[in-house]
């Protein structure tokens, strides 16, 4: 049996500005901060509970229910371990950071464990006007990256199609920083002439050429202890990347018809949708710059790779661009969206919800608000319901025997991970089960 903590394990504990609680190896909860108790359970005590029942409301440990655990991976790596987690908050389901710290006693196992919690307020697993939100495994994979390098200041790469949110990411990426509350400058790097380029970056001196009529600083001068986001950097003609290099491994810069260098201070990230790889290849490309801006690279995924979350990109949407009116999705246009390939990602989403908020008048968008949609992924309706080649529906049927249908689809899509699948559904993983079982 676990002895309890002694005073030495608990000012550590409560030392702690952000929440923390201190675990057992059974993930029995034995002491926690008042940070604890105020910010993610209005003050009462959980001492006695385990982890996973106050944090998910799950009936059994984070790995058996298809999460991943930080204190089983800390159990394994014999190191701290730190995972994005979406928990149970008074506010409803939000992200999480959790930080799991070993507290040996006088053996080598550890005998107890230091969970701290720091709510990340860069996404959100609910419908919000701004930001990032998300819930599908390919979206936390990305987040754990974003608050990974967050806090280096490494240059990063985000590579990804066109209309997958780089510069949101970018922004994330600033939010998340030591540098948050610097200037986060964009350039978008698409179209600059060789002259625009130096003026926009280095700023320039008054006559130093023709219709310079004054002394201008540059976006380096602007973006002074933040973040400068090159969009496009693979657009960056060639002859253009030669002075990009020289910025990046001296810091330094000199504003056009000036001698003086200056001194820069930014963290640099760039994004693409352009292949680097064979632009290097294809003599496009710098190799020695590629290898300064890609120090961390991160690949964000198409939409059609987080079908989970169109439902609350969409209400997101909505919330942004429409924020007089409550306006909901029809069951039969989220099953639509979610058999669409968007080939033009979150950008196109927004598109085709802009157009169906103007043609709808009342609060709930349907299918024939949709039109081009309907055109473009080949679906017509039976008694309302979408029809596509994803889901094979040959007559009529009711929305329970609908329901089941598409439930067989899942778990064939999903076999052996039901607390996942709960979550691409947007059920508990009790609905799920029984559900299952009624299906049986």
């Given at each position: 049996?676990?002895?309890?903590?002694?005073?030495?394990?608990?000012?550590?504990?409560?030392?702690?500005?952000?929440?923390?609680?201190?675990?057992?190896?059974?993930?029995r909860i034995l002491a926690t901060?008042?940070?604890?108790?105020?910010?993610f359970h209005h003050g009462e005590e959980m001492a006695g509970r385990t982890c996973y029942q106050v944090s998910h409301g799950f009936d059994k440990p984070c790995d058996e229910a298809g999460e991943n655990c930080p204190l089983k991976a800390l159990m394994r790596s014999g190191s701290p371990e730190r995972m994005i987690h979406i928990h149970n908050l008074p506010v409803g389901k939000e992200f999480v950071v959790v930080e799991i710290i070993?507290?040996?006693?006088?053996?080598?196992?550890?005998?107890?464990?230091?969970?701290?919690?720091?709510?990340?307020?860069?996404?959100?697993?609910?419908?919000?006007?701004?930001?990032?939100?998300g819930v599908s495994p390919r979206f936390m994979h990305l987040l754990d990256e974003v608050h990974k390098?967050?806090?280096?200041?490494?240059?990063?790469?985000?590579?990804?199609?066109?209309?997958t949110g780089k510069e949101l990411i970018a922004r994330a990426l600033h939010d998340a920083s030591d540098?948050?509350?610097?200037?986060?400058?964009?350039?978008?790097?698409?179209?600059?002439?060789?002259?625009?380029?130096?003026?926009?970056?280095?700023?320039?001196?008054?006559?130093?050429?023709?219709?310079?009529?004054?002394?201008?600083?540059?976006?380096?001068?602007?973006?002074?202890?933040?973040?400068?986001?090159?969009?496009?950097?693979?657009?960056?003609?060639?002859?253009?990347?030669?002075?990009?290099?020289?910025?990046?491994?001296?810091?330094?810069?000199?504003?056009?018809?000036?001698?003086?260098?200056?001194?820069?201070?930014?963290?640099?990230?760039?994004?693409?949708?352009?292949?680097?790889?064979?632009?290097?290849?294809?003599?496009?490309?710098?190799?020695?710059?590629?290898?300064?801006?890609?120090?961390?690279?991160?690949?964000?995924?198409?939409?059609?790779?987080?079908?989970e979350d169109i439902g609350l990109l969409a209400q997101s949407i909505l919330k942004r661009i429409?924020?007089?009116?409550?306006?909901?999705?029809?069951?039969?246009?989220?099953f639509l969206?979610?058999?669409y390939y968007f080939p033009g990602n979150i950008r196109e989403l927004v598109n085709l919800l802009e157009r169906a908020r103007i043609k709808a008048g009342g609060q709930t968008l349907t299918p024939e608000h949709f039109p081009d949609l309907l055109s473009q992924t080949h679906v017509t309706t039976v008694e309302g319901i979408p029809r596509s080649a994803y889901y094979s529906i040959t007559e009529p049927m009711t929305f329970k025997a609908l329901e089941s249908h598409y439930l067989r689809h899942m778990l064939?899509?999903?076999?052996?991970?039901?607390?996942?699948?709960?979550?691409?559904?947007?059920?508990?993983?009790?609905?799920?089960?029984?559900?299952?079982a009624e299906l049986r």
């Open positions: 049996m676990t002895p309890f903590p002694s005073e030495v394990e608990l000012n550590k504990l409560f030392a702690y500005p952000d929440p923390a609680a201190l675990l057992d190896r059974n993930y901060n008042e940070s604890y108790r105020e910010i070993p507290i040996k006693g006088n053996g080598k196992n550890p005998i107890y464990f230091l969970e701290v919690l720091k709510q990340t307020l860069i996404a959100s697993a609910q419908p919000k006007a701004t930001g990032l939100v390098v967050a806090h280096t200041s490494v240059p990063v790469l985000l590579l990804g199609e066109s209309g540098r948050a509350n610097a200037p986060f400058v964009p350039v978008e790097c698409s179209g600059l002439t060789e002259t625009l380029f130096e003026s926009e970056l280095f700023g320039h001196r008054k006559g130093s050429f023709t219709g310079a009529l004054a002394d201008k600083n540059g976006l380096v001068d602007a973006v002074s202890g933040g973040t400068l986001f090159m969009d496009e950097i693979g657009d960056v003609p060639h002859a253009l990347q030669v002075k990009l290099l020289r910025l990046l491994e001296s810091h330094t810069y000199r504003k056009v018809g000036d001698t003086k260098p200056q001194r820069a201070n930014f963290r640099l990230v760039c994004a693409t949708n352009r292949n680097l790889d064979k632009m290097m290849a294809q003599g496009q490309f710098r190799q020695d710059l590629y290898y300064r801006i890609s120090t961390y690279p991160i690949h964000l995924p198409p939409l059609r790779e987080r079908l429409a924020p007089e009116r409550v306006i909901q999705l029809s069951t039969e246009v989220l969206l979610r058999n064939n899509d999903h076999p052996g991970n039901q607390a996942q699948l709960a979550q691409i559904l947007g059920v508990s993983l009790r609905t799920l089960t029984r559900k299952i």
